[in-house]
């Protein structure tokens, strides 16, 4: 079993920042690949960022330039900087955790997080 644990989430201005971080224990599995998505209301989960310990790596281009993910000092952590924050970037962000390399797969989740941009 693997737990995915989210936090950091919040509301903000447009133009503020978060620091979410993601968390994920097992006694299982080898973790090889972490990724952040979000969900609008009405809208599917889409990919946010993604990075694998073989050191691949992913970013939606709607984010690029302003959000960076990267791995946390402890093993199977990820931090997702989100700068520059626009009302169309609010959701429930949630963490994936997976077992294999590809950025797209996610077979554990966590419960996310909610950030929401408004003025």
């Known amino acids: 079993q693997v737990q995915v644990v989210e936090s950091g989430g919040g509301l903000v201005r447009p133009g503020a920042s978060l620091r979410l971080s993601c968390a994920a224990t097992t006694d299982r599995f080898a973790i090889n690949a972490l990724g952040w998505f979000r969900q609008a209301p009405g809208e599917q989960r889409e990919l946010v960022a993604a990075?694998?310990?073989?050191?691949?790596?992913k970013i939606a281009d709607s984010v690029k330039g302003r959000f960076t993910v990267s791995r946390g000092d402890a093993k199977d952590t990820l931090g997702l900087q989100m700068n520059s924050l626009k009302s169309a970037d609010s959701g429930v962000y949630y963490c994936?955790?997976?077992?294999?390399?590809?950025?797209?797969?996610?077979?554990?989740w966590g419960q996310g997080t909610q950030v929401a941009v408004s003025s």
């Open positions: 990075l694998s310990s073989g050191g691949r790596w």
């Open positions: 994936g955790a997976s077992s294999y390399y590809d950025l797209d797969t996610y077979a554990f």
